[in-house]
């Protein structure tokens, strides 16, 4: 349900970088998808289009999902890869997913309180908070959301795909991650043959957020491994 601004600072760090807006997100035309393929195939194009370089997909949460089948069905295409707060289960709680296929403000509403725990202490601004907050508002409110979280709940296909990644791959996990806890990403560590794991400390789900001078400093790094 979030849209590219939610990168803002690892587009910053990182010149050559760019976030992009999956369909019916931000500002990308069209309608949201209801399935990880769809989007991945979406993400394939786009980075044909860019190319014709092979590039470094990050992606998180569900995005992690994507970028995963992205990298496995686009093997020519993707020269590494970073999965942020991801699972290889992404099972969605069922009262909201009813909600958000409602389109009930209620769904954003629970998604804001896992995601960012008002008694974690986590350093955040205000101003993200409340942009993040007005995102997942907007995407209930127009089926965005539901979607996404259909999408994440009847995905399948992780472990597989994984086991089809040939290129370097980095996750990084948050240690206090309820929505994708780290335990949940070890499947898709174990069956990519070239994975390492990063878990920052002291940080929920949305650690490029949360923790942006932590997460660039792993991709960065990871950047560097030969």
């Not at 998604?111 to 409340?130: A, E, Q, T």
């Amino acid at each position: 349900g979030l849209s590219s601004s939610f990168w803002q600072y690892q587009t910053d760090f990182f010149a050559e970088s760019r976030a992009v807006d999956l369909p019916g997100h931000g500002d990308s035309p069209g309608d949201s998808h209801d399935s990880i393929t769809d989007y991945a195939s979406w993400v394939g194009r786009h980075i044909r289009r860019f190319g014709p370089d092979p590039v470094v997909l990050v992606g998180h949460s569900m995005g992690s999902l994507v970028a995963l089948e992205t990298a496995a069905t686009n093997p020519d295409m993707v020269a590494g890869l970073v999965l942020i707060a991801t699972a290889a289960d992404m099972a969605v709680h069922p009262g909201l997913l009813a909600a958000a296929k409602e389109n009930d403000a209620s769904a954003a509403a629970m998604v804001i309180k896992w995601s960012l725990p008002r008694d974690s202490g986590y350093g955040r601004s205000k101003k993200w908070v409340l942009t993040i907050s007005d995102d997942f508002m907007s995407s209930a409110a127009s089926g965005t959301m539901a979607n996404d979280l259909s999408a994440c709940d009847s995905y399948d296909e992780a472990v597989a795909m994984a086991e089809k990644v040939r290129c370097p791959t980095l996750l990084i996990l948050g240690e206090n991650d309820v929505m994708t806890k780290a335990t949940a990403a070890q499947p898709l560590a174990a069956a990519i043959s070239d994975a390492r794991i990063v878990v920052v400390e002291n940080v929920g789900h949305m650690l490029p957020l949360e923790k942006p001078d932590e997460v660039n400093e792993a991709i960065s790094l990871f950047l560097t491994i030969d």
